[in-house]
């Protein structure tokens, strides 16, 4: 079983459109939870933090169930510069902080 | 906004060659970090690195890698006898706080082309 595992996509969504993205991951000692994004060719960029209560920061809003290890995205009104590969990143207990352990990522293109 | 820069953007070397791809992180960061990601795959964690010795690395990072902070500024990799696999892009990250929270901060890459 992959260590963070997600669902590649991609989504096509337009303009205006919510969409959700799922991410599951095998280590229940996992500590730190995260989306990052990442444009073609970029570097990863952290978009939030996911913790257990959830969270919110303007469109987006993360969740994480421990219970069934599985952490959530999801964006509302997508705009066009959205589109990007969405990265669930988590830290697995016993490692260094700064270990993270990416999924394959989702791909979204939001279009007009 | 402080960034994480490296050097260069994209080299392309011979298999058998030797690679040193360099990164100035964040001035006040301690800890630095190495992870690559291969065309179309996921980003991968090769090492991390704190006071001047690699506190983690992983099944990939192995004796072909090294890691070095050779002055106050910089942060290299050094990869001693190229192969095919290695071709990738390297990411150099830089963490501050260490603490929950804390925001690793990637610097943009150096895409390495192995022929």
């Known amino acids: 079983r992959k260590e963070v595992e997600q669902d590649p996509g991609p989504f096509n969504v337009p303009e205006g459109a919510t969409v959700a993205f799922n991410c599951t991951y095998s280590?229940?000692?996992?500590?730190?939870f995260f989306w990052y994004r990442q444009d073609c060719r970029k570097e990863p960029k952290l978009l939030m933090s996911v913790y257990s209560s959830g969270n919110e920061d303007g469109r987006f809003t993360a969740q994480l169930n421990r219970a069934s290890q599985y952490i959530s995205l999801l964006i509302r009104d997508s705009k066009l510069s959205d589109s990007a590969t969405y990265l669930c990143?988590?830290?697995?207990?016993?490692?260094?902080?700064?270990?993270?352990?990416f999924g394959q990522g989702t791909i979204l293109t939001v279009h007009p | 906004e402080p960034e994480v820069t490296q050097t260069p953007s994209h080299q392309v070397t011979q298999m058998g060659q030797e690679v040193i791809l360099r990164c100035v992180p964040i001035s006040n960061h301690l800890y630095f970090y190495w992870y690559r990601q291969i065309l179309g795959q996921k980003v991968e964690f090769l090492v991390s690195?704190?006071?001047?010795?690699?506190?983690?690395k992983s099944e990939i990072f192995d004796d072909q890698f090294s890691v070095e902070r050779p002055d106050g500024s910089n942060f290299t990799l050094k990869i001693r006898s190229t192969k095919l696999e290695d071709s990738a892009m390297y990411f150099c990250?830089?963490?501050?706080?260490?603490?929950?929270?804390?925001?690793?901060?990637f610097g943009e890459g150096s895409r390495l082309t192995v022929l």
């Open positions: 990250a830089s963490l501050g706080d260490r603490g929950l929270g804390g925001e690793l901060f």
């Open positions: 990143v988590v830290i697995a207990g016993g490692t260094s902080y700064g270990k993270l352990t």
């Open positions: 280590n229940s000692a996992s500590q730190s």
């Open positions: 690195f704190y006071n001047n010795e690699i506190s983690e």
